[in-house]
Every structure is written in C-alpha cells, then in structure tokens.
Nanobody, 122 residues
Framework: QLQASGGGLVQAGGSLRLSCAAS????????MGWFRQAPGKEREFVAG????????TYGDSAKGRFTISRDRAKTPVYLQMSMLKPEDTAVYYC?????????????????WGQGTQVTVSS
C-alpha cells in the first residue's frame, strides 16, 4: 500500500514537502504520480515520474512551482511544493502506475494511497 504524508497548513507563498512511502510491496519498477482533489472538483494530475527518475511530467498548475523526485528505482516519492497558493488547497494522493514510465492518464494508475490534506491560507 501507499501512504502520503507531509501535508498541513501553510500560508500563501510558503512551501511543503510531501512524501509517499510503500508498505507490503515495492513500486521500484513503476512510474509514480501525485494527484490532488479539492472539494467539489475532479481529481487533478499534479506530477509524475518514471521508475528511474529520468523523466518527469507536470500538470499546468504545478509547472515552475512543484518538483517531483525519487531515488532511482525506489518507491519513496516526494513532491516539493513552493510558492503555494490558496487554490493549491486539496487532498493530495500518491499513486503507482501500471507502467514504468510517467503518465498523466488517471486510468493508468492502479495503486492509490490515502491522501494528505494541504491547506494554503491567504
């Protein structure tokens, strides 16, 4: 299973680092991703990373502010979020993809962790 952590309350302009860890199995050969869901909105792709960390992709809202990372072929995945805005407020989920590459396609993620709440105050 996957478990996201590191969320919390932060002021606009601040930073948070989210972590995603696995228990019971490893996802070292899987692409990994972060999604978020705000109240009343659909789940949104935030960032993805290939199994070896060599390729990353970002949703439009994350570009230039967020950085996804992982140690090569290891499960723990991180999301460094900077310049946070109130509209970043959401529950953030990490997920493992069916493939080893990175993907923005929600349907390609078949393992999901419990989310972590991020709240950005104005």
């Amino acid at each position: 299973q996957l478990q996201a952590s590191g969320g919390g309350l932060v002021q606009a302009g601040g930073s948070l680092r989210l972590s995603c860890a696995a228990s019971g199995r490893t996802f070292s050969n899987n692409g990994m991703g972060w999604f978020r869901q705000a109240p009343g909105k659909e789940r949104e792709f935030v960032a993805g990373i290939a199994w070896n960390g060599a390729r990353t992709t970002y949703g439009d809202s994350a570009k230039g502010r967020f950085t996804i990372s992982r140690d090569r072929a290891k499960t723990p995945v991180y999301l460094q979020m900077s310049m946070l805005k109130p509209e970043d407020t959401a529950v953030y989920y990490c997920a493992a993809a069916r493939t080893s590459s990175t993907t923005t396609d929600y349907s390609q993620y078949n393992y999901w962790g419990q989310g972590t709440q991020v709240t950005v105050s104005s």
